[in-house]
């Protein structure tokens, strides 16, 4: 009985400890990607018009929140809690991008535990010269003209601390339980 009793009580403390998971995915966004030579103009419309001011909003899920193409496709993926961004260049003649690329992503909100952005680490580069930076929902990338002649990408892994935690129902079982084992044990070695 004492060892039935010592693994439930382990269970328990594994499971109480664990947080309810926060993600990205099922979050709206919202993106502006501009160059230089377009000044304000947001290039995710397909350069019909629509200026940086109206970013284009986007539900995380799965496969590509953007994707627009000219000579070159160019996409940004989110994921629960990474960015991609990628440089196709469709095998054309043209292998240089012929300006600076400026993203910024904002209104990354965590869908199950809010939280914020506490730091961006980039995992992956095939570019030279990429800076960025972020803040507390958002995210800016600088990508640097320069030749692609094949499929480029930058990754990051976006790094959030959650507020307000609140556990699981779960969570509250295991804690009763782990109370009413407790309150037994003493129970039974008042009776002895």
């Given at each position: 009985m004492k060892h039935i009793t010592s693994v439930a009580v382990v269970i328990a403390a594994i499971l109480a400890c664990q947080?309810?998971?926060?993600?990205?995915v099922g979050d709206e966004v919202f993106?502006?990607?501009?160059?230089?030579?377009?000044?304000g103009e947001n290039l995710w419309d397909g350069n019909s018009g629509?200026?940086?001011g109206d970013p284009i909003?986007?539900?995380?899920?799965?496969g590509v929140e953007y994707s627009v193409t000219?000579?070159?496709?160019?996409?940004a993926d989110l994921d629960d809690s990474s960015l991609v961004l990628t440089i196709d260049p469709n095998n054309s003649n043209l292998l240089t991008i012929t300006d600076d690329l400026n993203y910024s992503f904002t209104d990354l909100d965590w869908v199950g535990t809010p939280g914020h952005i506490v730091d961006v680490v980039m995992v992956q580069n095939d570019f030279s010269g990429v800076t960025f930076g972020f803040g507390p929902d958002s995210i800016n990338v600088f990508i640097p003209d320069q030749v692609v002649n094949t499929v480029s990408s930058v990754s990051f892994d976006i790094i959030a601390q959650h507020d307000n935690v609140v556990p699981e129902p779960s969570s509250l079982l295991v804690w009763s339980l782990i109370g009413l084992t407790l309150?037994?044990?003493?129970?039974?070695?008042r009776r002895k």
């Open positions: 947080n309810a998971k926060a993600s990205l993106s502006v990607m501009e160059v230089p030579f377009l000044p629509l200026m940086i909003a986007a539900i995380v899920g799965a000219f000579a070159f496709t160019f996409e309150g037994g044990f003493a129970w039974r070695h």
